[in-house]
C-alpha cells in the first residue's frame, strides 16, 4: 500500500519568513495531493491540492510542488504570519473516491 | 460551498452507553463520506469508508460491530459507537467527497467523545 512520509515534524519561523514541509510518497499510481491545515480542535481544511499532470500550483501565499519521478511533493508558505500557526497534514491519493493515505503532521510555529 | 457538519461537537457518555454521530454535507451531495479517527497530536486514522445505500468498508482492524456506520441518504452518514468504553475516547472526523470529476475531500469540525 501507500506510504506517505512528512518531514519536519515541527516547524517554528519568524512572522514574514518562509515555511516548507515535504512529503513522499511511495505508490506511483498516486495522482492527487491535498493539503491540509487543522487548528487545535477542529477538523481538517483543505488549503491547496495538486493532481500530478501539473508540476506547481500557487495561491497567493501557498504553493504546492510535484516531483512526480522523486515521488516528492512540497507546500511553500511565503511571508508567514502568526495565524499561519497550525498543524500541516499532506495527503495521497489514487483519485475515483479512492482513500486517502496522510502524513503524520508537521506543526508549524510562526512567532511574532 | 463544500460545507460538511457533524453533531455534536462533544459529548460525554457513561462506559457501556451508545453515542451517536451525525455527519452532513450541507451544500452538496456526497456519494461517499469517510470517518476517521485522531488521537492527541497524531495523524488522521481512517476508520470506514461510507457509500450512500450501501454498507460501509471497514478498515482492517476496525471492529465493524462496535462502530456502526449508516449512510442513508446522499447528506447524511452516521457513526455510532455501541457499548462505549473509556479506550473509545478520541476525536472523531467525518469527511465527504463532493463528486463529479473531483475526489476533493472535505473534512467536518470534528466530535470530541469523552466516555466515563
Known amino acids: 500500500g501507500e506510504n506517505v512520509e512528512q518531514h519536519p515534524s515541527t516547524l517554528s519561523v519568524q512572522e514574514g519568513d518562509s515555511a516548507v514541509i515535504k512529503c513522499t510518497y511511495s505508490?506511483?499510481?498516486?495522482?492527487?495531493f491535498p493539503w491540509y491545515k487543522q487548528e487545535l480542535g477542529k477538523g481538517p481544511q483543505l488549503i491547496i491540492d495538486i493532481r500530478s499532470n501539473v508540476g506547481e500550483k500557487k495561491d497567493q501565499r501557498i504553493a504546492v510542488t510535484l516531483n512526480k519521478t522523486a515521488k516528492h511533493f512540497s507546500l511553500h508558505i511565503t511571508e508567514t504570519q502568526p495565524e499561519d500557526s497550525a498543524v500541516y497534514f499532506c495527503?495521497?491519493?489514487?483519485?475515483?473516491?479512492?482513500?486517502?493515505?496522510f502524513g503524520s503532521g508537521t506543526k508549524l510555529n510562526v512567532k511574532p | 460551498g463544500a460545507v460538511v457538519s457533524q453533531h455534536p461537537s462533544r459529548v460525554i457518555c457513561k462506559s457501556g452507553t451508545s453515542v451517536k454521530i451525525e455527519c452532513r454535507s450541507l451544500d452538496f451531495q456526497a456519494t461517499t463520506m469517510f470517518w476517521y479517527r485522531q488521537f492527541p497530536k497524531q495523524s488522521l486514522m481512517l476508520m470506514a469508508t461510507?457509500?450512500?445505500?450501501?454498507?460501509?468498508?471497514?478498515e482492517q482492524g476496525v471492529e465493524k460491530d462496535k462502530f456502526l456506520i449508516n449512510h442513508a441518504s446522499l447528506t447524511l452518514s452516521t457513526l455510532t459507537v455501541t457499548s462505549a468504553h473509556p479506550e473509545d475516547s478520541s476525536f472523531y472526523i467525518c469527511s465527504a467527497i463532493t463528486g463529479g470529476s473531483t475526489d476533493t475531500q472535505y473534512f467536518g469540525p470534528g466530535t470530541r467523545l469523552t466516555v466515563l
Open positions: 461510507s457509500n450512500e445505500g450501501s454498507k460501509a468498508t471497514y
Open positions: 495527503a495521497a491519493s489514487k483519485g475515483n473516491f479512492n482513500k486517502f493515505y
Open positions: 505508490d506511483s499510481a498516486s495522482n492527487y
